[in-house]
């Protein structure tokens, strides 16, 4: 190995030389007559992926962009041959940003999507991250943590009223009997696996007193994890216009929520065998819709761990993954794609299209 003393003294040689053609080179400009010139021809121009969209760095260190992606914007003193791009609004870029997954938007059923690395902060994919959206039944997510944390260990009656309120509304239930009595744990159960409206009404009714105090602590919630692009109006996520989120706002919530292990223990459940007085006959199963809407899907080894899905027909399928690849723990979320529950599941189409380019680069 060249000891620091050697490699010093060649870089110097290597500098007397190059200042030697430097003055040889305009000497003979001066005799011409003429000023040293840039070699004609435009320079190529650099671009970069970003959200989900090519953004192309112009010269004037302005961001062209499409209509729904926050500005992005190189320094004034980066060179435009190699542009430094400034963090996202909602997100501090990981390390390994140039590594950002490459996904054709246009391959996507989903318009606002993130895909983070929670084990490194790194966000490999992002599109229309910023933009409004409805979260349907992502919305029981903040349920069933408010629910965790705010609701005291103990018996809960699952009242007539709150079925029929469910009923009327035409939300999912569990299945529960009027009158019925379970525990808390079978209630989260209920909100998170088969998106129970009546253990949502239950849970949301036993901690404020009504709904809409409910509502209250999750606007409240959002505010304190910097969701500032949300506005929760029910605890269900039934549509209302003045419901609102955006996918990096949801990010930040199941990030937040898996934090707390008792939400994991339920986040990651296949299934769970609900409480109730009187028994019942036989075991009353709560099913994940995450993982009965994976059957005939190949992630490939990506490990879905758990998760949340949402429908409602302004919002689309909506689906918030949690996954395991190669030591590490992604999150996913996908929003606003146009189908329902009589079309293709496309959400989880999304996942598989997604978790698979991960693969690919990794």
């Known amino acids: 190995m060249e000891s620091v003393k050697s490699k010093r003294a060649e870089y110097q040689i290597k500098k007397r030389i190059l200042a030697a053609a430097a003055a040889l080179a305009l000497v003979i400009g001066v005799a011409a007559g003429c000023a040293p010139r ?8 650099p671009r970069d992926v970003y959200s989900g969209n090519i953004v192309v760095i112009t010269p004037s260190g302005t961001a062209d962009r499409t209509p729904d992606q926050a500005p992005v914007s190189a320094p004034v003193s980066a060179p435009v041959s190699a542009p430094v791009l400034t963090p996202a609004p909602t997100e501090q870029l990981g390390p390994e940003h140039a590594e950002r997954l490459d996904i054709d938007p246009a391959a996507l059923h989903s318009r606002c999507v993130m895909l983070k690395n929670i084990d490194t902060g790194e966000v490999l994919y992002a599109l229309s991250e910023d933009a409004r959206i409805y979260p349907a039944s992502l919305t029981k997510i903040m349920t069933a943590l408010l629910t965790l944390e705010k609701l005291p260990e103990g018996k809960y009656e699952i009242t007539g009223s709150v079925i029929e309120d469910a009923n009327n509304a035409g939300a999912s239930t569990a299945g529960f009997n009027p009158g019925e009595i379970t525990d808390k744990a079978s209630i989260v159960a209920g909100i998170l696996l088969p998106s129970a409206a009546e253990c949502s009404f239950t849970a949301a009714r036993k901690i404020a007193g009504d709904e809409a105090g409910f509502v209250a602590l999750m606007n409240q919630t959002a505010a304190e994890l910097g969701m500032n692009g949300t506005h929760f109006a029910n605890c269900t996520g039934l549509h209302n216009d003045d419901h609102y989120t955006t996918v990096a706002d949801l990010m930040k919530l199941v990030e937040y929520a898996l934090g707390n292990p008792e939400f994991v223990r339920f986040f990651t459940s296949k299934e769970y065998i609900a409480y109730t007085e009187p028994e019942r006959r036989y075991p009353f199963t709560l099913p994940s819709t995450v993982f009965t809407g994976l059957n005939g899907f190949d992630m490939g080894e990506v490990n879905i761990l758990g ?21 590490n723990h992604y999150v996913l979320i996908t929003a606003a794609n146009d189908g329902n529950l009589q079309t293709e599941r496309y959400h989880f189409i999304d996942a598989q299209t997604i978790y698979g380019a991960l693969q690919k680069a990794r």
Request: charged content about 20%; hydrophobic content about 30%; some cysteine.
């Open 307 to 327: 998760g949340k899905t949402g429908f409602t027909r302004p919002a689309g399928l909506c689906l918030a993954s949690y996954a395991e690849y190669k030591g």
């Open 38 to 45: 840039r070699a004609a021809g435009p320079a190529e121009t």
